[in-house]
C-alpha cells in the first residue's frame, strides 16, 4: 500500500498551502497528518482527517475523499516550514507513510 | 504534561542485538497503544511495530509489525513501569535509523500519534 505526496510545495505568506496524499480508495481509511520540522520530532496535526488536535491552529485543516486526501494550510506562515507526512492504515495490517512533502514558505 | 523519553540507543555491528526503552509519563500508560517509528538519515517515516491495548489478550495487548522487521523484533510494555521496549535482534545497515516512541490516541494500534519521544540514534556499522 503505497500513500504518494508531492516532494514539495512551495507558497508565499499569506497564501494557502496544499498538500495531498494519494492512495487506493483512501478515503475508506482514516488519514492523519504530521509535521516535522527541521531537527524535531513529528507533531499530529490533523488527526482522523479532519479533526485538529488542541493547540493546533485553526490555519490547518483537512479532507479526504476518494483517492486523495489533503491538508490544507490557510495563511501559511513561515513557522509552518516543514516536512509533512500522511499516515494510514494499510488493510488493517500495518501502519503506512507517505514519503513526506518539504513546505517552503517564502 | 506528556513526556516520552526514549533510551538505549547506540553503535552496533550488523548482526548484534540492542534493545530500545520508552518510558512514559503524563498519562495513564495501560489505557494506550505505543508504537516505535524510525526515521533514516534524510529519509521519511517508517512504522516499525506496535503493541495495543486489549482487555481480552491475556498479556494486555496484541503485537504489530511491519514486514521488513518481522521475525527480528519483538515489541514488549511493562505498565508498572509505564515502559515500552523494542528488543532488535539480527540488526542490518538498512535499521540505521533514528527510533521515535509515539503514543497512539486510543487503546488501538491504528490509530494516530498524538504524542512523540525525543528519538534516540540506531548506527548498524561494522
Known amino acids: 500500500y503505497d500513500l504518494t505526496q508531492p516532494p514539495s510545495v512551495s507558497v508565499s505568506p499569506g497564501q494557502t498551502a496544499s498538500i495531498t496524499c494519494t492512495g487506493d480508495?483512501?478515503?475508506?481509511?482514516?488519514v492523519y497528518w504530521y509535521q516535522q520540522k527541521s531537527g524535531q520530532s513529528p507533531v499530529l496535526v490533523i488527526s482522523?482527517?479532519?479533526r485538529r488536535p488542541s493547540g493546533i491552529p485553526e490555519r490547518f485543516s483537512g479532507s479526504n475523499s476518494d483517492n486523495t486526501a489533503t491538508l490544507t494550510i490557510s495563511g501559511a506562515q513561515p513557522i509552518d516550514e516543514a516536512d509533512y507526512y500522511c499516515?494510514?492504515?494499510?488493510?488493517?495490517?500495518?501502519?503506512?507513510f507517505g514519503g513526506g512533502t518539504k513546505l517552503t514558505v517564502l | 504534561e506528556v513526556y516520552l523519553v526514549e533510551s538505549g540507543g547506540g553503535l552496533v555491528q550488523p548482526g548484534e542485538s540492542l534493545r530500545l526503552s520508552c518510558t512514559a509519563s503524563?498519562?495513564?500508560?495501560?489505557?494506550?497503544?505505543m508504537t516505535w517509528v524510525r526515521q533514516a538519515p534524510g529519509m521519511g517515516l517508517a512504522w516499525v511495530s506496535a503493541?495495543?491495548?486489549?482487555?481480552?489478550?491475556?498479556?494486555?495487548?496484541?503485537?504489530y509489525y511491519a514486514d521488513s522487521v518481522k521475525g527480528r523484533f519483538t515489541i514488549s510494555r511493562d505498565n508498572s513501569k509505564n515502559t515500552v521496549y523494542l528488543q532488535m535482534s539480527s540488526l542490518r545497515a538498512e535499521d540505521a535509523a533514528t527510533y521515535y516512541c509515539?503514543?497512539?490516541?486510543?487503546?488501538?494500534?491504528?490509530?494516530?500519534?498524538?504524542?512523540w519521544g525525543q528519538g534516540t540514534t540506531v548506527t548498524v556499522s561494522s
Open positions: 482522523e482527517d479532519t
Open positions: 503524563g498519562f495513564t500508560f495501560r489505557n494506550y497503544a
Open positions: 503493541f495495543s491495548v486489549s482487555r481480552i489478550s491475556s498479556s494486555g495487548g496484541d503485537p
Open positions: 499516515q494510514a492504515w494499510d488493510r488493517h495490517t500495518e501502519v503506512v
Open positions: 509515539a503514543k497512539s490516541s486510543t487503546s488501538s494500534w491504528n490509530a494516530g500519534f498524538d504524542m
Open positions: 480508495n483512501l478515503g475508506g481509511e482514516y
